[in-house]
């Protein structure tokens, strides 16, 4: 092995030293949010910038953990995240091993997924036809317009063209049907792909906010973010918080808004960090089986 010459062993050094940096400038904004969310109100109103607490307190979690809205919140959103995500996985693979077989109208199907691939509706004909299908104020207003995505599809598709077709073949001689073959063969290798866009799936059904302030006129139906966008944006913890509000009338003193949007913002993030290590290993290596041909 040749030893690396002096410009090589600089350009190294250099590289590492703005990859570290831009590093850190990533994750400051998340420690920021962290230093914050255990301030006590007095440093917090004496202080400009916070970099590292002298007093760290939880009086921001646990005022939010005593609201009723913040937990009722979390489950509807895991419940959206979780049954979105299935209904996402089982049409988009179903409709992509559909149109890998050789099926009557399989060119124009494929055509139409690209259609809508570069052409959208957009927000209002979109919001009419959720009116006009009675989904309004449902959580089914938040899966069903999105429940395939058209770029996911592609690359699914090209994930099981993949597939050697001898083994298709060799299911065929045995007797079984397309429902067999995807159920017992094409289900079980595909697993590293579904981990990857499941992922994807899941990530945008936990990030919901607009889609929720559109469709969902009931308050106690809000997803996780529209809560965190009254706390962070609105500057509204009161209402957004509203049994929490209330024992905190009866106590000292409420938590300043900063620090509830703070530790709200980590809470509501601790999720998908905790699920995403156990993707980890499938992510990479499923978006990359289906995104070339060979």
Do not use: C
Not at 86 to 93: D, F, G, R, Y
């Amino acid at each position: 092995m040749l030893k690396p010459t002096v410009p090589e062993r600089a350009f190294h050094f250099v590289n590492a030293s703005i990859l570290t940096l831009l590093a850190l400038l990533m994750l400051f904004p998340f420690y920021y949010i962290f230093a914050v969310s255990f301030t006590s109100y007095e440093e917090y109103m004496k202080s400009e910038l916070i970099l590292w607490p002298s007093q760290w307190v939880t009086d921001a979690y646990t005022y939010i953990l005593k609201s009723k809205e913040f937990i009722r919140s979390i489950g509807v959103t895991v419940y959206i995240t979780v049954v979105g995500s299935l209904v996402n996985l089982v049409l988009t693979a179903t409709m992509a091993y559909a149109i890998t077989r050789n099926i009557w109208g399989q060119r124009v199907y494929l055509f139409l997924v690209l259609f809508t691939f570069i052409f959208s509706a957009g927000m209002i004909p979109t919001y009419l036809v959720v009116k006009a299908t009675g989904l309004i104020d449902t959580y089914w207003a938040l899966i069903i317009p999105g429940a395939i995505n058209s770029f996911n599809l592609i690359v699914i598709r090209q994930f099981f063209l993949n597939i050697p077709q001898e083994l298709n073949e060799a299911a065929l001689i045995d007797g079984a049907n397309d429902l067999q073959i995807f159920s017992r063969i094409v289900v079980p290798l595909s697993k590293p792909a579904f981990a990857a866009f499941g992922l994807f799936y899941a990530v945008g059904h936990w990030n919901t906010y607009f889609s929720a302030i559109l469709y969902l006129n009931d308050p106690s139906k809000w997803t996780v973010q529209v809560i965190l966008r009254q706390i962070v944006i609105l500057n509204d913890a009161t209402n957004a918080l509203a049994s929490a509000a209330r024992d905190a009338a009866r106590s000292a003193h409420q938590p300043p808004g900063e620090t509830i949007g703070m530790a709200a913002i980590l809470l509501a993030t601790l999720p998908i960090l905790i699920v995403y290590p156990f993707l980890q290993k499938h992510f990479a290596k499923g978006v990359m089986l289906g995104s070339v041909k060979g």
